[in-house]
C-alpha cells in the first residue's frame, strides 16, 4: 500500500480532504482548516509522489489515486469518512465513491470535472501545467496566480506573496503533476456516476477559468439528487476566496447526511 503523508486535526465526524493536481496540503489553507476543525475529525493528506509521501515514479491513474485514498481511510482508523475533493482530488473522489462505496459517507465535489465528450477543461489548465513544466518557481506561481484565483480576490497585492509562500511550503516534484495531468485528462466516470448513491453536494465558482463552471452542471445532471452551489465570481480555489461559505455547505452536508441515516 501506499504510504502518505498527512495532517489530522479538530474532532467530530471524519472528513477527508483531497488535494488538486500540483497542490498539498498546506494549500487547504489555516482559515479554513480552523473552520472545520471544531466540527470534524479532518485528514488532508499529500498525493504519492507529494512531500513526504512515497514516491511516484510510474505513471498512474486517477483510480490509483482513489485507491490511495481509499487506503489513506482505513490507514487512519476510519471505517468510511465524509469526503471533499477539489480539481484533481474531486476526480479521485469520483473514482473513490465508484471503486470503494462503503468507504463514503457524503461526498463533495469542488471545481472538478467527470471528463468524457462533455467536460470541458479550459486552456487556462494547460497553460498552468506548462508553468509548472518550465520549472521556474515564478512563472509557475505567477501563472497559477493569476490563473486559479479571481480578479477581485487577486485585487489585494498582498496576496500574490501569500499565495507563493503556502505554494512553495510543501515539494511536489513536476514529473509527478505531469503524470497527475494526463491521469486528469483520461479520465471518464460519465457512464458510471447514474450509480452514486451517497448524499452528494458540488461547489463550483463562475470564474473558475481552468474547469469552467459548465462542468458542475454536467456533474448535477449525472449524479442522482446531487445539489449543484454556485459560488458567484469565485475562480479555482473557491475556498481561499469564500472559506466560511466552503465550510458551512461541508457542514450542512455532514449533518444532512447524519440526519438521514
Known amino acids: 500500500m501506499t504510504s502518505l503523508s498527512y495532517v489530522r486535526r479538530g474532532a467530530g465526524e471524519p472528513l477527508l480532504l483531497i488535494m488538486g493536481m500540483g497542490g498539498h496540503h498546506q494549500m487547504w489553507r489555516e482559515d479554513f482548516l480552523r473552520l472545520l476543525e471544531p466540527h470534524f475529525d479532518v485528514v488532508a493528506y499529500d498525493h504519492r509522489g507529494i512531500g513526504d509521501s512515497d514516491r511516484a515514479d510510474e505513471p498512474f491513474s486517477v483510480a490509483d489515486l482513489a485507491d490511495d485514498a481509499a487506503g489513506m481511510i482505513g ?6 469518512a465524509h469526503v471533499f475533493g477539489i480539481s484533481l ?7 473513490l465513491v465508484l471503486r470503494h462505496p462503503s468507504s463514503v459517507r457524503s461526498l463533495t465535489l469542488g471545481c472538478t470535472w467527470a471528463g468524457g465528450e462533455e467536460g470541458v ?19 509557475a506561481i505567477s501563472v497559477g496566480y493569476e490563473l486559479n484565483l479571481s480578479a477581485s480576490y487577486r485585487s489585494d497585492p498582498a ?6 509562500e503556502i505554494s512553495l511550503a510543501v515539494r511536489v ?4 503533476i505531469l503524470m497527475q495531468w494526463q491521469a486528469a485528462l483520461a479520465l471518464d ?3 458510471r456516476l447514474p450509480t452514486v448513491t451517497a448524499p452528494t453536494l458540488i461547489m463550483h465558482g ?3 477559468q481552468g474547469i469552467p463552471v459548465q462542468n458542475a452542471h454536467h456533474l448535477a445532471r449525472l449524479i442522482p439528487h446531487a445539489r449543484l452551489e454556485i459560488v458567484e465570481d469565485a475562480g479555482h480555489l473557491f475556498w481561499w476566496e469564500h472559506p466560511v461559505r466552503a465550510a458551512n455547505l461541508l457542514i450542512e452536508q455532514a449533518r444532512a447526511r447524519a440526519g438521514a441515516s
Open 159 to 164: 496576496r500574490l506573496a501569500e499565495y507563493r
Open 75 to 80: 490507514a487512519v482508523g476510519w471505517s468510511s
Open 206 to 208: 463562475t470564474a473558475d
Open 121 to 139: 477543461m479550459g486552456d487556462p489548465s494547460r497553460r498552468i501545467v506548462e508553468g509548472f513544466a518550465s520549472r521556474n518557481a515564478d512563472i
Open 173 to 176: 516534484p513536476v514529473p509527478v
Open 189 to 191: 466516470t460519465t457512464d
Open 89 to 95: 482530488g474531486g476526480m479521485v473522489a469520483q473514482e
